[in-house]
């Protein structure tokens, strides 16, 4: 994979200004959805966590994903996943998703992790599928759903 390290921190009110602050490229916009929307749906899921992405000390993307088993289906989703524009195509997308899925392993050997995206996103697409993620063939609020089942 790749050498860059990356370190997830919860969002607090100390850091939300800065997640906030997270874009992606203007043509990406269409793939993702704001940040602001992402802190709002995090204080509704009481599964999920909002987390910054750092390298080093500055923040350079955003998720949030469940640390306990969704209620509903039993699976660990990945709900939000983004990298800022400014920070994209170093590695920091590829080590944060790696260090995700680590953290949900660590809760449960054998999670059942998903995660999903919109259809045309052929680079995401490309990438969870380098972490083992496979298509179900599933549409769920017309976004493409990738299931990695981790073996114990």
């Known amino acids: 994979m790749s050498n860059v390290t990356v370190k997830l921190k919860p969002i607090t009110d100390d850091n939300r200004k800065e997640c906030l602050d997270l874009k992606p490229h203007a043509y990406q916009e269409k793939f993702v959805a704001p940040n602001s929307d992402s802190l709002k749906k995090a204080e509704k899921e009481p599964s999920s966590k909002p987390y910054g992405i750092y390298s080093h000390e500055e923040m350079v993307g955003f998720a949030l994903f469940d640390e306990e088993p969704y209620p509903d289906d039993g699976y660990f989703w990945i709900i939000r996943f983004m990298v800022d524009g400014r920070f994209q195509k170093m590695g920091y997308g590829r080590a944060a998703l790696g260090e995700i899925i680590r953290m949900i392993r660590s809760k449960q050997s054998n999670a059942k992790i998903r995660i999903s995206h ?11 599928k380098e972490f083992g993620f496979v298509e179900t063939g599933e549409i769920i609020h017309g976004e493409t759903v990738l299931d990695l089942i981790v073996e114990s």
């Open 118 to 128: 919109v259809p045309d996103n052929s680079v995401v697409n490309k990438l969870y």
